[in-house]
């Protein structure tokens, strides 16, 4: 569970959030909102990459400054442009980076590799480059990293950013497997197609603000508001 409570944040003294409070479960939540309401911002303080100004977050109780490793541990973060993410050249070796932070033994730290490619259909291309994998494996691959660290929730920036349909569909595929298994994910996208049925929650930010916090279905009308577009067939 992840517990936002009255957050404030500014950038050299310009408030972006001011007074967010939010309650995050195993749920798959949807976080919409126009270009600089604050989506990425707010994000960023989920596992302490970024400190509050005012107000907490809290992941399972604890303040994610008390224990900058567990949250990070507990919340998985795939970033908006994957390649900014990778660590290391091969695929191996990115997705083993998180887990040996942790001080993981190697047998599990292998079988952690082996699981999070597997979860993402990159079993066996340990070895390759990851400069020369397509914009829909790089997207995978950046869920891989994030799941060898066996998160609770996992929070993705705009992950259908630069992907094709067919690459957007086996994402989410992926996504639908890991919301089974109990992961609660939440997806900042401005592209809500074929979200209406996963979501069980919308999420509408505006200037820094909750604007709603409603079902997919009750969502429809509200969206227009903040300027996200509902998709056809929503
Ligand atoms: P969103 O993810 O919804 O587009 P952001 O959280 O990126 O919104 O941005 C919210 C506001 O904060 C915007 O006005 C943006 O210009 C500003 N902002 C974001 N990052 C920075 C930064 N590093 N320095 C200064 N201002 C920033």
């Known amino acids: 569970m992840i517990t936002v409570e009255n957050l404030s944040y500014s950038y050299d003294g310009d408030p972006v959030l001011d007074g967010l409070s939010l309650a995050l479960g195993d749920e ?15 994000i960023r303080q989920l596992n302490g990459l970024l400190e509050p100004d005012g107000g907490s977050v809290l992941v399972d109780g604890t303040p994610v400054q008390d224990d900058p490793v567990a949250a990070r541990t507990a919340v998985g973060m795939v970033f ?23 001080g993981l033994d190697h047998e599990e730290i292998d079988r952690r590799v082996d699981a999070a490619l597997s979860a993402v259909n990159l079993d066996g291309r340990e070895d390759e480059r990851i400069d020369a994998l397509s914009g829909g494996e790089r997207a995978r691959l950046a869920i891989a990293g994030a799941l060898a660290m066996e998160p609770e929730h996992l929070v993705l920036d705009e992950p259908f950013a630069g992907l094709d349909w067919p690459a957007q569909r086996s994402v989410l595929g992926h996504l639908d497997d890991l919301a089974a298994d109990g992961v609660g994910i939440v997806v ?7 979200l209406r049925t996963r979501a069980d929650r919308v999420i509408g930010l ?6 709603f916090d409603l079902s997919p279905e009750a969502a429809t009308e509200a969206l227009p508001d903040i300027d996200v577009r509902v998709p056809d067939g929503w």
């Open 28 to 42: 798959w939540v949807v976080l919409a909102g126009p270009n600089g309401s604050g989506k990425t911002t707010l």
């Open 80 to 102: 908006q442009s994957p390649r900014s993410q990778f660590v290391a050249s091969t695929v191996g070796a990115d997705v083993a980076f998180g887990p040996e932070n942790l």
């Open 188 to 194: 900042v996208t401005h592209d809500l197609r074929d």
């Open 206 to 211: 505006r200037d820094g603000e909750i604007a």
